[in-house]
């Protein structure tokens, strides 16, 4: 009989795992879990990560179970808002979308994922429920807020037009979004109705619109990235230094926790 020659495997190295909760959109007549593909990319390529998308079905999900997984969470921006019974307010349009069963995954999984020492990074929706888990509320119509601007996209525009250079926003001097950026000041986009109004307890301001709005914030006593963005920096990442910047910071954050995290050999 002949042997077979074994050859010796090489190790695999694997990348950090970044959780993404799913939007519930109901397409036909069934509801399915979906994730953007700007947001998916940009873990990939800016980050350095394996995106997973988390369905948003909370009742039956075991947190600890899926912190155990992540090295990292990216809570997208979506086309709903977080439904305002969530920071004591009632709904002032309904034509606007909502996604309860998104806000029950990840205003649960956000605490979690602190005290877990997961990293967090938060766009648009996700940077607005960072501060509604944390007790804070939001301005459920900017454009109509006395001495705010309309930050709002022209809906009949082009994508590359909706999603350009709206405005300049001042970063917080010593903050980490301006350590991480290596500037004060940054253009950004602009694609939102809501807006912080009250920022939620243990939160600090890491960026400004030129209105005063709240436009970045972090977990003050975090003990891992806990980074949250008004604008969308998945957009053109790997063309637009500033927004890659904040995904690599993230990445690294990521591949810290997992570094922590391997078992031993």
Same mark, same amino acid.
């Given at each position: 009989?002949?042997?077979?020659?074994?050859?010796?495997?090489?190790?695999?190295?694997?990348?950090?795992?970044?959780?993404?909760?799913?939007?519930?959109?109901?397409?036909?007549?069934?509801?399915?879990?979906?994730?953007?593909?700007?947001?998916?990319?940009?873990?990939?390529?800016?980050?350095?990560?394996?995106?997973?998308?988390?369905?948003?079905?909370?009742?039956?999900?075991?947190?600890?179970?899926?912190?155990?997984?992540?090295?990292?969470?990216?809570?997208t921006g979506a086309?709903?808002?977080?439904?305002?019974?969530?920071?004591?307010?009632?709904?002032?349009?309904?034509?606007?979308?909502?996604?309860?069963?998104?806000?029950?995954?990840?205003?649960?999984?956000?605490?979690?994922?602190?005290?877990?020492?997961?990293?967090?990074?938060?766009?648009?929706?996700?940077?607005?429920?960072?501060?509604?888990?944390?007790?804070?509320?939001?301005h459920q119509a900017?454009?109509?807020?006395?001495?705010? *601007?309309?930050?709002?996209?022209?809906?009949?525009?082009?994508?590359?037009?909706?999603?350009?250079?709206? *405005?300049?926003?001042?970063?917080?001097?010593?903050?980490?979004?301006?350590?991480?950026?290596?500037?004060?000041?940054?253009?950004?986009?602009?694609? *939102?109705?809501?807006?912080?109004?009250?920022?939620?307890?243990?939160?600090?301001?890491?960026?400004?619109?030129?209105?005063?709005?709240?436009?970045?914030?972090?977990?003050?006593?975090?003990?891992?990235?806990?980074?949250?963005?008004?604008? *969308?920096?998945?957009?053109?990442?790997?063309?637009?230094?500033?927004?890659?910047?904040?995904?690599?910071?993230?990445?690294?954050?990521?591949?810290?926790?997992?570094?922590?995290?391997?078992?031993?050999?």
């Amino acid at each position: 009989m002949k042997l077979g020659i074994v050859t010796k495997r090489e190790p695999v190295i694997r990348k950090p795992v970044v959780l993404l909760p799913a939007d519930v959109k109901q397409l036909g007549l069934h509801a399915f879990h979906v994730a953007g593909h700007k947001y998916l990319a940009a873990v990939v390529e800016a980050s350095g990560a394996l995106p997973l998308v988390v369905p948003a079905i909370a009742d039956q999900l075991d947190i600890d179970e899926l912190l155990a997984l992540a090295d990292g969470i990216l809570l997208t921006g979506a086309v709903s808002n977080v439904h305002p019974s969530h920071f004591g307010q009632a709904v002032h349009n309904p034509t606007l979308p909502l996604d309860p069963a998104r806000d029950a995954l990840t205003l649960k999984l956000i605490h979690a994922a602190i005290k877990a020492q997961v990293p967090i990074l938060g766009i648009c929706r996700g940077f607005q429920e960072m501060n509604v888990a944390f007790g804070g509320s939001l301005h459920q119509a900017v454009h109509e807020v006395a001495g705010l *601007h309309d930050h709002r996209e022209a809906k009949d525009a082009a994508i590359d037009v909706q999603y350009g250079h709206a *405005h300049t926003v001042d970063l917080v001097t010593d903050g980490q979004l301006a350590d991480i950026v290596g500037s004060q000041k940054m253009l950004v986009n602009s694609i *939102h109705g809501q807006g912080i109004d009250t920022l939620g307890a243990g939160l600090l301001a890491e960026a400004y619109a030129p209105d005063g709005l709240v436009e970045a914030l972090r977990v003050a006593d975090a003990k891992a990235f806990a980074l949250g963005v008004q604008w *969308h920096p998945e957009w053109e990442v790997m063309e637009n230094p500033a927004y890659f910047a904040i995904f690599n910071a993230f990445g690294h954050a990521c591949r810290t926790h997992m570094q922590r995290e391997k078992p031993p050999d």
